[in-house]
């Protein structure tokens, strides 16, 4: 997904700079657009780089514009139901737990071995589509109160909160961890990217400070929209939501903290102290990486080496003794 998401973002970055915005670029857009949401649908969030398409468009020509972008959804899809179509085809034969929740007419064509009927694939697809609006109702809710609750609430994210132990093996005095978690130093810069971002859009909008890049700026407003966008839905779920929902707006940070540091920095590129600065921040990223690292890729740690890793309570990370 976050393969499709950044080829999405790439594609859409060589369409904007390079002025590429003739149908068979909304075409492949559309297509690559298509790979990403038939992975997991919370890649949807990423049709809003079409809002800046149809500003960029709307210079010209809207209802040209629009059709290119009707144009880009319809390839993206058709990428998805094609999906959906080998996905159904596969399934050739019906669990007997009473729980499974296929209308009457999806078991009868399974038992009538239908599966491959482009006839039967609008019922097929239907019931998918009803399966996955309803999961969520039958997740529970995220419980603080719940030992080894691994969820968290959305706007804690951005922080690191909460960490996730999916395996380890105790070997003596040292224990391997298979950890989910950040590297606080690229995370907190993502934060920044984002603040730094709304407090940018806020002072163009309330009180009228010039911009003195037009392309970086508008670049800034659609991904601190899509970050936002996401959260908001994100905070509106009931069911536990897990820190790695956030992987698409951490993405999108980590856009924001260097579209800001070019809008800020640009004419100060050849400057030493800005390529020193931005030097030592790269180190500490490595380091901090390198520092991590035994947690994420299954390395062997002893206690005191685990607690030099708990920087903060909220990661909820814990020793096995």
């Known amino acids: 997904q976050m393969f499709f998401i950044l080829s999405s973002i790439l594609y859409f970055l060589y369409m904007v700079t390079y002025k590429k915005l003739q149908f068979k670029d909304y075409a492949i857009l559309g297509l690559i657009m298509g790979f990403n949401l038939s992975v997991k649908l919370n890649g949807l969030i990423i049709i809003l780089l079409f809002s800046y398409l149809l500003f960029e468009e709307y210079k010209s020509s809207l209802i040209q ?23 159904t085809v596969l399934g050739q034969n019906m669990p007997t737990h009473t729980s499974y929740s296929a209308s009457q007419e999806y078991k009868d064509i399974i038992k009538n071995g239908e599966v491959s009927s482009l006839s039967s694939f609008p019922i097929m697809l239907k019931d998918n589509l009803t399966y996955m609006a309803n999961y969520g109702k039958g997740v529970p809710r995220f419980n603080a109160c719940k030992e ?10 951005p922080f690191g909160n909460k960490t996730i132990n999916y395996r380890w093996e105790k070997n003596n005095n040292e224990v391997k961890y298979l950890y989910l978690m950040p590297n606080p130093i690229i995370w907190f810069l993502g934060v920044a990217g984002v603040l730094f971002s709304l407090v940018l859009i806020g002072s163009r909008y309330i009180y009228g400070i010039t911009i003195k890049n037009q392309e970086t700026f508008y670049l800034i407003t659609l991904f601190s929209g899509m970050y936002l966008s996401y959260m908001f839905i994100m905070v509106q779920i009931e069911r536990v939501m897990y820190l790695y929902h956030y992987f698409i707006p951490l993405l999108f940070s980590f856009i924001l903290i260097a579209l800001v540091f070019k809008y ?58």
């Open 65 to 87: 514009g629009v059709l290119k972008i009707f144009t880009g959804l319809a390839l993206m899809s058709v990428v998805f139901v094609s999906f959906m179509y080998i996905h």
């Open 264 to 321: 800020i920095f640009e004419e100060y590129m050849q400057d030493k102290f800005v390529m020193l600065s931005l030097g030592l921040i790269t180190i500490a990223i490595f380091l901090t990486y390198n520092h991590f690292a035994p947690l994420s890729y299954y390395g062997a740690l002893d206690y005191q080496h685990f607690l030099q890793r708990i920087w903060f309570d909220f990661w909820q990370l814990k020793a096995i003794r």
């Open 148 to 157: 080894g609750e691994n969820g968290s609430l959305a706007y804690t994210w």
